[in-house]
């Protein structure tokens, strides 16, 4: 039993670290962080009041949540 839960606490390792060294490959490209566009508060603006425009049931509001959600997402990417 005790060689059972060694086993299964050095693969948990192994795991563990596979995860958290994912993005370290080098040349590997999947795991850069794209840069959020940066708007000026003109376009913001004219976000704002082109999204105010649009009738309350438009599907752009919940695809302009979603990209903000995304955005904050990029925060914490490493």
Not at 55 to 62: K, Y
């Amino acid at each position: 039993m005790w060689m059972l839960s060694k086993a299964g606490g050095c693969a948990e390792a192994i795991v563990a670290i596979l995860v958290l060294t994912g993005c370290s490959v080098a040349h590997d490209t999947s795991c850069k962080c794209p840069k959020p566009v940066a708007y000026d508060d003109a376009t913001l603006k004219k976000i704002s009041q082109a999204l105010r425009a649009l009738p309350s049931d438009n599907v752009l509001h919940q695809a302009m949540e979603d990209y903000e959600n995304e955005r904050d997402d990029l925060r914490f990417c490493p």
